[in-house]
């Protein structure tokens, strides 16, 4: 028999053995039992909400929102697959030409949920902010708190502009002379919602 066909049939048989005893140990390996899917397996899924491509195609931004529990930012370099996050971010935009990103900065779950079981009205629930995050460098994202209104400029301009949650005031109490005089004193009108301020920012020039 020529040396060849040595080989041949010894590197057959060589496959063949590692091929039976590979079988023969996973047969007798036994399979590890599969956990039960529970309500808390649900909540701890995230999804994939609002992605944003950057005009150039180099970044993307979306928010990782569980069932239950804040979100979280997500922003992947696309060529160099890195990545940054920010806690509690959603919505995202970019801006001045996809350096910044522009996301909904919201209010801890928790301290929602804390609030409307107190049944507190909605004026009295936790307010979410605006988050401004610069892909260039390494520093977190800016948060600015209790804004309602949130804009960026079109094409991804440099501009964008915010609305702060308006503050209630409280209403006037009633002068002690319509009380002295007898003559009911007029109902108290609930609290009233004071002018918000805008902000207006180029975030290049700043």
């Known amino acids: 028999m020529s040396p060849s066909r040595i080989r041949t049939r010894l590197v057959f048989f060589t496959c063949a053995f590692f091929t039976l005893v590979g079988t023969t140990v996973r047969a007798e390996t036994p399979s590890r039992p599969v956990a039960a899917l529970d309500y808390r397996a649900y909540d701890a899924w995230n999804a994939i909400r609002t992605p944003k491509l950057s005009d150039d195609g180099t970044s993307l931004a979306y928010?990782?929102?569980?069932?239950?529990?804040?979100?979280?930012?997500?922003?992947?370099?696309?060529?160099?697959?890195?990545e940054k996050r920010e806690m509690r971010g959603a919505n995202p935009l970019f801006a001045a030409n996809g350096r910044f990103v522009v996301f909904t900065h919201v209010a801890l779950k928790?301290?929602?949920?804390?609030?409307?079981?107190?049944?507190?009205?909605?004026?009295?629930?936790?307010?979410?902010?605006?988050?401004?995050?610069?892909?260039?460098?390494?520093?977190?994202?800016?948060?600015?708190?209790?804004?309602?209104?949130?804009?960026?400029?079109?094409?991804?301009?440099?501009?964008?502009?915010?609305?702060?949650?308006?503050?209630?005031?409280?209403s006037p109490s009633p002068s002690p002379s319509a009380s002295a005089s007898g003559s009911p004193a007029p109902k108290a009108d609930k609290a009233k919602a004071s002018a918000a301020p805008l902000t207006i920012r180029n975030l290049v020039t700043g």
């Open 63 to 82: 928010a990782l929102t569980p069932q239950d529990g804040d979100p979280t930012l997500v922003v992947r370099a696309l060529e160099a697959g890195t």
């Open 110 to 170: 928790k301290d929602v949920d804390a609030a409307k079981k107190a049944k507190k009205t909605e004026a009295q629930l936790p307010k979410s902010g605006v988050g401004i995050l610069d892909l260039v460098g390494s520093a977190p994202a800016e948060i600015v708190d209790s804004i309602k209104t949130i804009a960026v400029a079109r094409d991804e301009g440099a501009t964008i502009a915010y609305l702060a949650e308006p503050s209630p005031s409280p």
